[in-house]
């Protein structure tokens, strides 16, 4: 009787078994699974591997050879000259009023004023997000600029200062008035930069809006219960959570200081000296060389210059690492 009784437990037991939660696969379909991971992967990094040993890798490392080369216009070969090509550009860039010395300091000076309207352009966003009175125009019409070609916008400020400003104020108020673009000097180059900066504020409001959507209300909310003004919630709480985003355009900005040739090649060709960025100085040397003569002596420069943008670049990570308020939420 005892022993009926075990064997229809030992049943029941067997009946109502779960099945196991982990079945072992084949050693064969493992090997498939890792071989079809391995290979969409490759799929994936492939071509940005190709784009960055080719466009990246391949061009720094031929112009560092060349920046210690000289190309013979005769023989039409190259010859190494040692750091030639590299006294060359530091006694350039010694030269008061040489064009690469007014061109590292006008670059420089582009990159420093520039930070004056990085505020704005987290104000501008903040005043959409908080959807404030008119943000939907303002938010079409400062990202508009941005939509359209730089082309087109370089076209349309050229024919507004060289031709349109002066015209008007010679038809309605009788003053003369020079075309500011064609003056050339510091004149030209303060009338393009703060036109291109004021329109470049609204670069911005896309990335630094999505980044405000994400906060919680709940804690705005908070804040507003707590008397929290909109100027307080911004420095207090909206600027400390998208202190990352502002900290990678910072840095981002400083490897551009020396590569940023602005419009100076729409307005002037390659015939202008001053207004001139080390940019545009670099990209006319290539333009205008004949055969490969000017290649070497523009190799040496991007090579000096990327001496000082590096650790430029590297300080400056490292500061916002350091005041970083590392705000999460």
């Known amino acids: 009787m005892k022993n009926q009784q075990a064997s229809k437990v ?72 040692g750091f030639d090509n590299f006294r060359k550009v530091l006694f350039e860039v010694k030269q008061d009023g040489g ?15 520039s930070k004056i309207f990085m505020p704005l352009d987290i104000l501008f966003a903040y005043y959409c997000y908080k959807k404030m009175p008119g943000w939907n125009f303002f938010k079409g019409m400062l990202y508009l600029p941005q939509v359209l070609s730089a082309m087109v916008i370089s076209l349309l400020v050229q024919y507004m200062f ?7 104020a010679m038809t309605y108020f009788g003053k003369r008035v020079n075309p500011m673009l064609n003056v050339g000097g510091w004149d030209a ?50 600027f400390p959570l998208i202190f990352g985003t502002f900290a990678v ?7 551009t200081i020396f590569s940023s040739n602005g419009s100076w090649f729409t307005y002037f060709g390659t015939g202008s000296t001053n207004p001139s960025s080390v940019g545009y100085f670099i990209y006319c040397l290539t333009l205008d060389s004949k055969g490969y003569s000017n290649y070497p002596y523009a190799s040496a420069c991007g090579m000096f210059f990327t001496l ?11 500061l916002t690492d350091k005041i970083d308020p590392k705000v999460q939420y």
């Open 10 to 81: 030992e049943s029941a037991v067997e009946t109502t078994a779960q099945p196991p939660l982990y079945v072992r696969k084949k050693d064969g379909s493992v090997k498939k699974a890792r071989m079809v991971e391995t290979l969409f992967y490759i799929s994936i990094v492939i071509l940005p591997m190709l784009q960055l040993s080719l466009y990246y890798v391949y061009v720094n490392f031929d112009a560092f050879f060349m920046s210690f080369q000289q190309w013979d216009a005769i023989t039409g070969e190259f010859s190494w000259v």
């Open 308 to 318: 000082f943008a590096v650790p430029l670049t590297l300080g400056m990570r490292w």
């Open 189 to 238: 180059y303060w009338t393009d930069f703060w036109w291109t900066g004021l329109f470049s504020c609204g670069g911005g409001i896309l990335l630094y809006t999505t980044i405000m959507s994400r906060i919680p209300e709940s804690l705005t909310e908070y804040a507003y219960l707590e008397g929290c003004g909109p100027m307080r919630e911004f420095l207090t709480i909206t």
């Open 99 to 113: 064009w690469l010395n007014v061109s590292l300091v006008q670059s420089c000076v582009t990159w420093i004023a």
């Open 249 to 255: 355009n910072l840095v981002g900005g400083v490897a």
């Open 162 to 168: 060289n031709n349109l400003i002066p015209e008007i």
